[in-house]
């Protein structure tokens, strides 16, 4: 199995989505607008040529703006991988952290519906992902664990490269332990590896540090914890 230290995480955030523009955060699990797609497509262009070769496993969250996100930039990818019998895993984990409409997906039956989607496996959507209580709750401590599970889960898959599609606050604390509100631009990929290997990590926190950003398609536009704690 490959060392933590060796892996590469390919942290991405979504393309633009309507919540983004119109700062309006009661639209149910926002999908992109039309310069999102675009910015979508200029990941695809401008990625399918290195990490979209090399990577071993497409990892997204199950809201509309990543999936649309994954469905169009990670083309080649999802392409490659498919005909290798490695669907893209949808993880309610990584689901954006607010309880606002914004950030709360779509039942399993609605995505399973959606054209844009077809092919996809949504098998790993149980009823309560959406729910926002316990393991998916708002609150800081719920939102630590999350992360935490989430890193832990990428260090414990034994493929090497993963390229993984989320959410700007959900990226902050996966790679920051909180909301530090650094910013994460529209289409921001970076790439990460494990600060430590698995017996040197005492804690279990699993934590990533960064190597280099790989390409920004869009801007620094504001997540749904800007409007929270605007006050």
């Not at 005909?83 to 914004?102: A, F, I, R, S, T």
Request: proline share 4%; charged share 30%.
């Amino acid at each position: 199995m490959v060392k933590a230290t060796e892996k590469r995480i390919y942290l991405t955030r979504h393309a633009q989505a309507e919540h983004n523009v119109a700062e309006d955060y009661t639209i149910h699990d926002a999908p992109l607008t039309a310069l999102g797609r675009q910015q979508a497509a200029n990941l695809h262009k401008d990625t399918k040529e290195t990490i979209q070769q090399t990577a071993e496993l497409l990892v997204t969250s199950g809201l509309k703006r990543t999936l649309t996100t994954t469905a169009i930039g990670y083309a080649t990818l999802r392409k490659r991988l498919e005909e290798q019998g490695k669907g893209v895993v949808v993880l309610p984990q990584l689901q954006e952290c607010n309880d606002l409409p914004c950030d709360t997906g779509s039942p399993r039956e609605v995505l399973e519906a959606d054209p844009e989607y077809a092919g996809i496996d949504f098998s790993t959507l149980t009823p309560d992902w959406t729910s926002k209580a316990g393991f998916y709750a708002a609150t800081s401590s719920a939102l630590k664990a999350r992360a935490r599970w989430n890193r832990r889960w990428l260090r414990e898959r034994p493929e090497r490269d993963i390229v993984l599609v989320a959410h700007g606050d959900c990226l902050r604390y996966i790679t920051d332990g909180e909301n530090s509100f650094k910013p994460w631009a529209n289409v921001e990929v970076r790439e990460y590896t494990f600060k430590v290997e698995d017996e040197e990590d005492t804690d279990g926190d699993a934590w990533l540090v960064e190597v280099k950003k790989v390409v920004q398609e869009g801007a620094d536009l504001p997540t749904s914890s800007s409007e929270r704690f605007s006050a």
